[in-house]
């Protein structure tokens, strides 16, 4: 067995956690910390797809092995997961740009998406591991 699922899910937790932190700091005005916490989350982000790429082209997919009440929430959970995370990489992208660009009213207006999302992506990558992994 790989090593790269566990790898996959502490990186998502590691996301998940300074995705809370930077939103905590930026609810307290904290704005440098809350850059930085964005960009070190993005950062872990971007290494779990890079693991998560490798895991997929050295392994294949991995099939849920139960066939109890745990499979159908298994499903949906795995599909809410995956449409989001589709649409994740362009929207935190945007985010990011219109803060990098000093347009921080859109910023905020559309960083309340990215995060629910991304929050969502991320707790939910952990869930899916400890689902099919354990």
């Known amino acids: 067995m790989s090593i790269l699922p566990l790898v996959d899910a502490i990186l998502n937790g590691i996301t998940a956690t300074l995705l809370l932190a930077g ?6 005005e904290m704005k440098t910390l809350h850059r930085t916490l964005m960009i070190t989350a993005f950062c872990t982000s971007t290494a779990f797809l890079v693991c998560y790429l490798l895991h997929k082209y050295l392994h294949g997919i ?28 362009p ?11 000093a347009r921080y009213d859109r910023h905020r207006r559309i960083a309340r998406w990215t995060f629910a999302s991304w929050m969502y992506v991320s707790v939910t990558g952990v869930v899916v591991y400890l689902m099919l992994y354990r």
């Open 23 to 28: 939103f905590v700091a930026i609810k307290n």
């Open 91 to 101: 929207l935190i992208l945007w985010t990011m740009w219109l803060a990098v660009s």
């Open 62 to 89: 991995t099939l849920y092995q139960h066939h109890d009440w745990t499979r159908p929430l298994y499903f949906l959970i795995l599909g809410t997961h995956t449409i989001l995370a589709m649409i994740n990489l």
